[in-house]
């Protein structure tokens, strides 16, 4: 997949809300259920509009990504199995693992990697993003 060079800025971002987009997963062992203590109740669990640490908490331990993160802060493959970068570094290729799969058992497809990035990257959904909902007026 290239990213155009217009798209470039936005690439490190895109990688990590991408991390919460696409609900994919490659692990067989799954507990039945998980437990947590937050500080905060998320407003939305949407990857593509997380704008807190809460929610972004939350989608990481749901959503796989291309990329993952290592402790040390470098990156590590999840659903690509690999990646190039353009000299130039701005574009990216990403070989997607062939066990990539949706929660559903259907195959992860880069149509499917497009479309993720389409929609994060698309304006109407950027203002979205800075929404929090209804607000109450205090009087």
């Known amino acids: 997949m290239r990213v155009p060079p217009r798209c470039a800025h936005h690439l490190l971002a895109g990688l990590a809300v991408f991390a919460f987009v696409t609900g994919c997963a490659r692990r067989e062992n799954h507990s ?42 470098s990156m590590v493959p999840c659903l690509a199995k690999s990646w190039t970068v353009s000299v130039d570094g701005t574009h990216y290729q990403f070989h997607l693992d062939t066990r990539a799969m949706f929660s559903n058992g259907k195959p992860v497809h880069a149509s499917d990697v497009v479309a993720s990035f389409r929609r994060v990257l698309d304006p109407a959904g950027m203002v979205r993003r800075g929404e929090r909902g209804p607000r109450l007026l205090r009087r």
């Open 32 to 73: 039945p259920m998980l437990e947590l203590a937050l500080e905060n109740a998320p407003n939305r669990l949407d990857p593509a509009f997380v704008v807190d640490a809460t929610e972004g908490e939350i989608c990481s331990l749901i959503f796989d990504g291309l990329v993952g993160f290592a402790p040390d802060g």
